[in-house]
């Protein structure tokens, strides 16, 4: 039965038809359960009904014709139940209806089950026979699971358009995908494919290496005049760290360990292509294997420049694609070059088909106000060519083909935020005050790349949080202290007078180094963060010297400490960090007599444990900065970017809000400073609400400031605080949602409720 099974869904889910893989499959059913009769029918959610799409034993001339009410009949019932039922003489049950066009009066024996895909009721599957009689428990566990496994086929199918028909009419347009980039757009869908693939390469043989390691030099050399390029044009629109990916892109290629790398693969006899593959797919298995979703999209950057470089190596021109006025772009993949390649043509939303909320061309997209959805599954894009659309960034909906009522709504919706973004954008040099005075601290998260340029036009009041990682992971080595303080200087100095809070080195497990590999089983409770660095004392002290010594005279550096589930990971590390200061203060004193001023020292609160110790934490600490985007993670146990459970990963989630009120609680009771990275502070909503409960520092994408503060100074204070305490009673995140809409309407914020910044 099991190879059945297998071999009847592997042939519908291959099949390059519709009709004929249900006839298939409804004749393969019957076959296997020995029954007289199988019929699949389709869920039409917009006319609520099922339609009858094949069947074999019942009326060809119904099939796309017959259609039962979702609350009609025994196929009603079923879906309404969302359970197998199994009844042995179907025509006297109380809820059979009689359809002579069926053709189905001499069946007694009906066994229905639904095909549901993330709780959504996609068809029904039935068999029947003409004995009266109960099918068995094994024939009954056959069809369940058979439905199961076709789940997935189907809402692919449903993707397509094509799971309710009516008059060869595909009525299903809508597409669901990972949050991009807010915004509207509205326009044709232009397609987009890279001028040459990597993946396309078959590595060959060459013998004269020199002339290959010029071919390579010639590309690199055009490659990095590319990238200059592109970060010229959009550095007269941008003017925050966005662009440090392609900064990220011409260091890589500057750099002897990369090009140095390829051109060992060519001295070994390979081609220039061959070479440069073999180079930059050892790079992204590296990093599509970790399990961390940020620098797992480090992979897409990687593919990105390989493909550049083959396209220079192959002296490939770009070609021109005639354009409407405004387009939307799709693509497989859509990088960083692309977007910066399409712009300043008309560019006004994109489509990715992969990618998350992490990625490069996400981060430039936010820089741009361009809206993005990313991670479409089952999207058609390749049918899709010069469709008409509708874009929507705050739901992560993709509407195709949309009607006349649709665009109109839309168009309302475009025209108040154009408004509302020339509001916010009058506050951004202003202080984050309520109107009753109370104010609060924006800062941003950073460290993109292992440059750092990064001017103040976001009228941010410090970092908040400064990622260290990339620099470690664009190497072949750990970088040297040297290194580490050339860079945290660049950093310090940028935001000299204003607090920078950097993160100790965060990898480990989820992020292994090229140059230090780690395989665990389940890598988000394993051996990462504060973890490994305490493990290995070498690479932490040499961090922690590196950052004191960058912070000499400028005295603005904070440290922070990410990982941490008990005291005596902080009781150690405050021992490597004092030993580092002792050392350091000693051998700076004999040098110039300078004077090391001791950094702060805070923890990431992260980790539930945590919560419950922070009373004893606080004797220890300088800070509390609570880490949301994780915490969310581990106290939900949901991963975000398995779009099988996505949905249940929401940061307005009671037990969420109430952690973080609890987290609020104790710092003001110890004392304690405390501040928030992380999605939630990012939301108008979530910043107010946070706020509300004492959160005295946030911190967010430069991308996000300007819109919280023209929320936070639009406000006052005691009535978030009244706002809160009335949504620490409410049970579910839906009723949050609702209600914090409500409060906006009636706070006068009705802007940000229609358009949803």
Request: charged letters at 20%.
């Amino acid at each position: 039965m099991l190879t059945t099974l297998r071999q009847i869904v592997l042939e519908f889910s291959q099949a390059a038809e519709l009709e004929p893989a249900l006839l298939r499959l409804v004749s393969q059913v019957k076959d296997a359960l020995s029954a007289q009769c199988c019929s699949v029918y389709f869920a039409d959610h917009h006319k609520q009904h099922f339609l009858l799409m094949a069947s074999d034993g019942l009326a060809e001339n119904a099939f796309g014709r017959t259609s039962i009410g979702f609350t009609e009949g025994l196929i009603g019932l079923v879906g309404q139940r969302e359970e197998p039922i199994n009844i042995a003489n179907a025509q006297q049950h109380p809820d059979f209806i009689h359809a002579p066009e069926v053709e189905e009066d001499k069946y007694q024996a009906f066994l229905g089950t639904p095909i549901i895909h993330q709780r959504k009721v996609l068809g029904i599957l039935t068999v029947q026979q003409e004995q009266a009689r109960n099918f068995s428990e094994n024939e009954e566990a056959f069809l369940v699971t058979l439905s199961a496994q076709l789940a997935n086929a189907m809402a692919n199918i449903e993707a397509q358009g094509l799971m309710a028909v009516s008059n060869n009419q595909h009525v299903v347009n809508t597409h669901k995908g990972i949050g991009g980039a807010p915004g509207i757009a509205i326009g044709e869908m232009i397609v987009v494919h890279p001028i040459v693939e990597l993946s396309s390469v078959i590595v060959r043989k060459e013998e004269n290496s020199l002339q290959q390691i010029a071919r390579l030099n010639e590309s690199v050399k055009n490659t990095l005049a590319d990238f200059s390029v592109m970060g010229r044009k959009l550095s007269n629109i941008i003017s925050d760290s966005s662009l440090d990916i392609f900064e990220v892109y011409k260091q890589l290629l500057e750099s002897d360990n990369f090009k140095d790398e390829i051109i060992s693969k060519i001295k070994q006899g390979w081609n220039a292509e061959s070479a440069l593959k073999i180079v930059v797919d050892n790079y992204i298995v590296q990093f599509e294997a970790l399990d961390d979703d940020y620098l797992r999209e480090r992979a897409s950057d990687i593919k990105d420049l390989g493909n550049r470089l083959l396209k220079n190596l192959q002296n490939h021109k770009n070609h021109k694609q005639q354009l409407p006025e405004e387009f939307l772009l799709v693509a497989q993949d859509v990088t960083a070059s692309m977007i910066a390649e399409h712009q300043h043509l008309g560019l006004s939303g994109i489509i990715s088909l992969s990618g998350s909320n992490n990625s490069h061309a996400t981060i430039l997209a936010k820089a741009l106000n361009i809206p993005a959805i990313m991670g479409i599954e089952y999207l058609p894009f390749q049918t899709l060519h010069r469709q008409q659309v509708i874009l929507d960034g705050y739901s992560c909906q993709l509407h195709v083909a949309p009607n006349d009522t649709l665009i109109t709504e839309y168009q309302h919706i475009l025209q108040a935020e154009g408004q509302l973004q020339a509001q916010v954008k009058k506050v951004a040099h202003l202080p984050a005050t309520t109107l009753d005075d109370h104010s609060v601290s924006l800062m941003v998260n950073s460290g993109l790349s292992s440059g750092f340029e990064f001017t103040h036009n976001v009228g941010a009041d410090g970092v908040g949080l400064y990622r260290t990682e990339i620099p470690f992971m664009n190497r072949s080595c750990f970088p040297s202290e040297l290194e580490q303080t050339l860079l945290y200087r660049q950093v310090l100095t940028s935001f000299k007078g204003q607090p920078v809070i950097m993160r100790t080195l965060d990898v480990g497990g989820d992020k292994s180094l090229p140059y230090f590999p780690i395989a665990e089983a389940n890598p988000f409770l394993g051996w990462r963060g504060i973890r490994i660095t305490l493990d290995h004392p070498e690479i932490f002290l040499v961090q922690i010297r590196a950052m004191m010594k960058a912070s000499v005279g400028l005295e603005n550096l904070s440290i922070m400490l990410p990982m941490i589930s008990n005291l005596n990971e902080v009781d150690e590390a405050m021992r490597l960090i004092n030993q580092a200061y002792y050392e350091l203060s000693a051998e700076l004193s004999n040098q110039d007599g300078a004077k090391l001023l001791k950094p702060k020292v805070g923890v990431m609160v992260e980790v539930p444990s945590i919560i419950f110790q922070l009373e004893d934490l606080a004797s220890k600490v300088d800070f509390f900065s609570v880490g949301s985007n994780d915490l969310t993670q581990y106290l939900l146990a949901v991963d975000r970017n398995n779009k099988r459970v996505a949905s249940l990963y929401d940061f307005y989630h009671p037990a969420i809000l109430k952690a973080l009120h609890h987290i609020a609680e104790k710092s003001q009771q110890c004392n304690v400073p405390l501040s928030i990275c992380g999605e939630l502070a990012n939301e108008p909503i979530g910043a107010l609400l946070l706020m509300a409960m004492g959160y005295e520092k946030l911190s967010m994408s430069a991308h996000s400031l300007a819109k919280v503060k023209w929320a936070i100074r639009h406000v006052e204070y005691q009535q978030l605080k009244t706002i809160l305490a009335h949504v620490l009673t409410l049970t579910s995140s839906k009723k949050v949602h609702s209600y914090m809409h409500q409060q906006l309407l009636y706070l006068g914020l009705e802007d940000f409720v229609q358009v949803r910044l």
